[in-house]
């Protein structure tokens, strides 16, 4: 189990660091190869992860997941309303007022109204802090798998799930919900895939398979990336992209484990944090600095990957260390860190 913790922890600072950085070209007047070779598979790694996750808590608590508890203090789905939904719709709430304000220097300049506010919330991807997307998408994609589980009870036929696996492939290739940007409906019906990926791989120990040819997986899933990205899209290139970005990272971290580095451990456990609170320095690192300074866009960018990744990580040590007092557990509940 302490293998897993420590994979996992790998997977989820390198995810974030991967978003942070993604975000971090405001200015440059194309786009870097890069920034799309991160834009692959950063947020198919994070379901990845969230489906490995979900997995590896059921059985650490050796309770079949059709059987947890939804409501109730300890309810899977109230802890899900405090971890996503909560950060959700306070920060955005928040931050609607200084990007109005603010507008001059946005990318994506918005009025303040209550039919903003609303559509912001309802539509995911307009939200006021565009990568919040994630986080009802995310939601309702437990919800899915969870009642899904109630549903299906704890059959574990090889067969059936290889048939469900197979079936959230073709939804995510024949997407019908494509038009649909209501709650990112398109989006939960597309990254299910990803989501299954992480489950199944987490219950079918496919770290522990791969661990004897790490080396060699992560050279020839790093060549493979770079071939991609360089090559013209075709039918189901997006997915054949993500699954072997996140083979790359699964075997990346499997190697950070070999050899006992240690480089990201300051990072263990911040991510979730990074994640939410990164998008404020980050915008204040290029739009504003960038507009008033007249720097060069890569000053921001690098300005924008320091400040995106520690002053969140500073921001939850604090909250660490003030869960005691009245103040930090407000905050720690508003944020999802409770």
């Not at 440059?28 to 198919?44: D, E, G, N, Q």
């Not at 939804?70 to 950060?87: A, C, M, Q, S």
């Not at 899904?148 to 079936?167: C, D, E, K, V």
């Not at 002053?311 to 660490?320: C, D, M, T, V």
Request: proline content about 5%.
């Amino acid at each position: 189990m302490q293998n897993n913790n420590s994979l996992i922890s790998f997977l989820q600072a390198f995810g974030i660091l991967l978003v942070v950085v993604g975000h971090s070209d405001y200015g440059c007047p194309v786009k870097l190869p890069v920034i799309t070779w991160i834009y692959s598979f950063h947020m198919p790694l994070f379901m990845f992860i969230s489906g490995y996750l979900l997995r590896y808590g059921i059985e650490i608590k050796r309770l079949p997941l059709s059987d947890i508890p939804l409501y109730g203090e300890k309810g899977f789905i109230v802890k899900k309303v405090k971890r996503l939904l909560i950060p959700y719709v306070v920060i955005s709430s928040i931050a609607l007022v200084p990007k109005s304000l603010l507008g001059r220097f946005a990318a994506r300049p918005i009025e303040l109204s209550f039919v903003e506010y609303g559509k912001m919330l309802l539509y995911p991807w307009d939200n006021v802090i565009i990568f919040f997307w994630f986080l009802p998408t995310l939601f309702l994609i437990f919800l899915i798998v969870i009642y899904g589980a109630r549903i299906l009870g704890n059959r574990t036929y090889p067969a059936l799930h290889l048939i469900l696996f197979i079936s959230l492939l073709l939804l995510h290739l024949f997407n019908p919900f494509k038009e649909i940007r209501l709650l990112n409906i398109d989006g939960v019906a597309s990254y299910l895939l990803y989501f299954s990926m992480g489950y199944y791989a987490c219950r079918e120990r496919i770290a522990q398979k791969m661990s004897g040819n790490i080396l060699l997986l992560f050279a020839i899933t790093f060549s493979l990336s770079i071939y991609l990205i360089s090559i013209p899209n075709f039918w189901g290139k997006d997915v054949l992209t993500a699954a072997n970005g996140i083979s790359m990272s699964l075997s990346l971290g499997m190697i950070y484990q070999r050899y006992n580095w240690r480089f990201f451990h300051h990072l263990f456990g911040a991510s979730y944090a990074i994640y939410l609170f990164s998008w404020f320095p980050q915008v204040l690192s290029q739009q504003v600095f960038l507009k008033l300074t007249g720097a060069p866009w890569q000053v921001g960018s690098c300005l924008a990957i320091l400040s995106g990744v520690y002053i969140p990580l500073w921001i939850y040590k604090w909250i660490i260390r003030s869960k005691d007092n009245k103040l930090g557990k407000i905050i720690a509940l508003l944020t999802g860190q409770s």
